[in-house]
């Protein structure tokens, strides 16, 4: 099964609207000169989306919009918050969902995490559903049964035909803005694994077709390494994506 590479950018709470419109222009220039099929997507903070948004459409920039959160209610009384379909409105067509810092700093819990995954689905976006593992679960060596309970329970209840969309980006924490990254065999362990997990819950057609991404301190120096992984599809980048030659350089890795 040949799945297709994605590298998503993850430009957290950097860039205001206005930079990040100029960010997508340059990062559109660059990527003329890429040749090769990857999904390139990138999500900027929810004040940026409409700007880019504008971009990417008028200029018609081959670049997918995902939004860094979502809320799993349609509308109401919940401010501060934003719902699935404010963000299909804007063109999102992809949502990351479960990121360590909203775990961390928000204290989102893997039933919410499956709230807000089964809420992209229901609007027609697809979440990039982040799992990970503190440095002390590392070390225990407790990894992949720590991040399957992770996927068990994030991905739980969907459709079979939503499970094969789905997108898990692997992120251990420790690695998330540090310099520090597993190896490459390491992290296609964990692929690996959440595969395995997914194909348990849905079975092998869906694992085959979902998406694991690898994250973590991700730049061009180390991309290819992660990108030669048979279960890693690509990238989710943190740190690199808010630039738009060491972005384009990890798309470039990831053409095969
Ligand atoms: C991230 O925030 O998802 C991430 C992987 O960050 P960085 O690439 O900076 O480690």
């Not at 957290?12 to 559109?28: C, H, I, N, P, R």
Request: aromatic letters at 8%; proline letters at 5%; a negative charge.
């Amino acid at each position: 099964m040949d799945r297709r590479m994605m590298v998503a950018g993850n430009w957290k709470m950097y860039t205001t609207s206005a930079e990040g419109a100029v960010l997508v222009q340059d990062m559109a220039r660059e990527l003329e000169a890429v040749h090769g099929d990857v999904e390139v997507v990138v999500c900027p903070p929810f004040t940026g989306l409409k700007a880019v948004s504008t971009v990417i459409e008028y200029d018609r920039v081959p670049i997918a919009l995902g939004a860094q959160d979502v809320f799993w209610e349609r509308e109401g009384a919940f401010t501060g918050e934003i719902a699935p379909g404010m963000l299909t409105h804007l063109g999102c067509t992809y949502v990351i969902v479960g990121h360590s810092e909203r775990r961390e700093h928000f204290n989102e819990t893997d039933e919410i995490v499956n709230r807000k995954v089964k809420a992209a689905f229901a609007s027609g976006m697809t979440p990039i559903m982040c799992v990970g593992e503190p440095l002390a679960i590392r070390e225990s060596g407790e990894t992949e049964r720590f991040v399957r309970d992770q996927v068990l329970a994030g991905a739980a209840g969907l459709e079979t035909d939503d499970a094969a969309r789905l997108v898990v980006a692997y992120e251990p924490i420790w690695a998330i803005g540090t310099g520090r990254t597993p190896t490459p065999e390491s992290a296609n362990d964990v692929a690996r694994s959440i595969r395995a997990t997914i194909g348990a819950m849905y079975g092998p057609p869906a694992a085959m077709q979902m998406r694991v991404l690898y994250g973590g301190s991700v730049k061009p120096e180390n991309a290819a390494h992660f990108f030669r992984e048979p279960d890693v599809d690509g990238a989710l980048v943190g740190g690199a994506s808010l630039k738009a030659g060491s972005f384009v350089e990890i798309v470039k890795a990831a053409t095969r």
